[in-house]
């Protein structure tokens, strides 16, 4: 992966720059360094230890702390965007299939009304109407790799089983998944837009485009044909919301396909190799597949594939010791929080069999993660199939590639059997 060279200071209020005291450093961890995703544990609790609440260099603050996290969470008062109502992450330049209208990127009545019109698609009612189809994909993947003697991880499972499930709530028809699949890798990155370089903001740009220009045909097609899907309910919705334009569709149906699909990659690929890579945990789970839901918690504790998320302050806050100023923008630390010794016994150790394992891996508050629910009944069938069928059999793990996402998530995992 190339390196993210950051060029735009996009806080640069005076007053705000000022009250910080800026300019900061990465205190040893730059997220935008290629090499962050191989280990970056070491240099996280280094910072969590030594300033867990650390001046970046554009500007954001970084909360590693697991109380700290916990404590904006509960008690700040904080918004999405800045107080000119831009955000803190996305490419000022998008366009088309923009995150500026996506649910997440919104407070208050207008957040709580574009969530409650999803939920009505997305909720424990559409896990257990999925769950037969991942159970037999996951069948379907390790049938596959037994035959041909292993796989790769990310691409012939952790890709392949989020992707169906979030086409077939959102409606994409199954020949034009490996399409999408394409184009959410690329348009994941506009999370943090502002933070790429010119060209692959161009990518990530025309990534939102093509989505846009492919769901504009997609809800036209809808509107003659409703069918049992997201976008057939978010139309009905629109004729009984008036304020719910056909840009608003596009908008909201982009985010989710996105937001649940990579981050389950990430958590059936990186709570996979943690179980290879400690075995002696595999064999607890093997030994006894109960365990398997807190072998996911684990799993979202131990490597969560979000590292962190934002907020920005709408009035002074004190954490950590040090008061931060309104519109400053916080990056809670999720993976530093999971990692912290003050909250979790022997944090840097995988283990299954821990308790008191409440993380924050799926964020906090009003914005907590809708697909959390979908994304551990996949990893969930996804662990225990892999587990049982590769007994008495040795895995041995190929080269890791990571992906080039601003997720810590693998591109490649090469996995064979014998």
């Not at 490996?178 to 933070?195: H, I, K, S, V």
């Not at 045909?217 to 056909?246: C, M, V």
Request: glycine share 8%; net charge negative.
């Amino acid at each position: 992966m190339e390196s993210m060279n950051i060029e735009i200071d996009y806080t640069a209020h005076e007053e705000n720059v000022t009250a910080n005291g800026g300019p900061g450093d990465w205190g040893g961890l730059n997220p935008f360094e290629p090499d962050y995703r191989v280990n970056p544990y070491p240099q996280i609790n280094a910072l969590r230890e030594n300033d867990p609440v650390n001046l970046t260099p554009v500007n954001t603050w970084r909360i590693s702390r697991f109380d700290d996290i916990g404590h904006v969470l509960r008690h700040a008062k904080t918004s999405q965007t800045l107080s000119d109502g831009s955000s803190p992450g996305f490419n000022p330049l998008d366009e088309r299939g923009s995150f500026h209208d996506f649910m997440l990127n919104k407070d208050g009545e207008t957040h709580a009304r574009l969530r409650q019109l999803v939920v009505r698609s997305l909720n424990m009612k559409t896990v257990k109407k999925m769950e037969n189809s991942v159970e037999e994909t996951v069948k379907e993947i390790m049938d596959k790799a037994m035959a041909e003697g292993g796989l790769d991880l990310i691409k012939d499972m952790a890709m392949v089983i989020p992707s169906r499930m979030v086409c077939s709530i959102v409606g994409i028809p199954e020949e034009d998944r490996e399409m999408f699949d394409l184009l959410t890798a690329q348009r994941t990155n506009a999370f943090f837009g502002r933070f790429l370089p010119p060209e692959n903001q161009k990518a990530t740009a025309q990534a939102g485009n093509d989505m846009a220009d492919y769901f504009e045909d997609l809800i036209a097609k809808r509107k003659k044909n409703p069918g049992d899907d997201l976008i057939s309910e978010l139309l009905l919705s629109a004729k009984q919301d008036s304020t719910l334009s056909e840009y608003d569709l596009i908008s909201q149906t982009i985010g989710l396909v996105i937001a649940g699909f990579e981050t389950t990659i990430g958590l059936i690929g990186n709570g996979t190799r943690a179980l290879l890579e400690n075995p002696d945990q595999l064999a607890i789970l093997r030994d006894d597949p109960s365990k398997v839901n807190a072998t996911i918690e684990e799993g979202l504790r131990y490597d969560t594939p979000v590292h962190f998320i934002w907020r920005v302050l709408t009035e002074p806050f004190e954490v950590g010791g040090k008061m931060l100023p309104k519109d400053a923008v916080l990056w809670l630390h999720l993976a530093a929080g999971n990692r912290d010794p003050r909250r979790f016994e022997d944090p840097d150790t995988f283990n299954i069999l821990r308790e008191k394992n409440a993380n924050v891996s799926f964020g906090g508050g009003a914005h907590f993660c809708l697909g959390n629910q979908l994304a551990r009944m996949e990893a969930r069938h996804a662990l225990l199939e892999f587990c049982e069928r590769t007994k008495g059999v040795t895995v041995t793990p190929d080269e890791i590639i990571w992906s080039p996402s601003f997720f810590r998530v693998m591109g490649h995992y090469p996995l064979n059997f014998s």
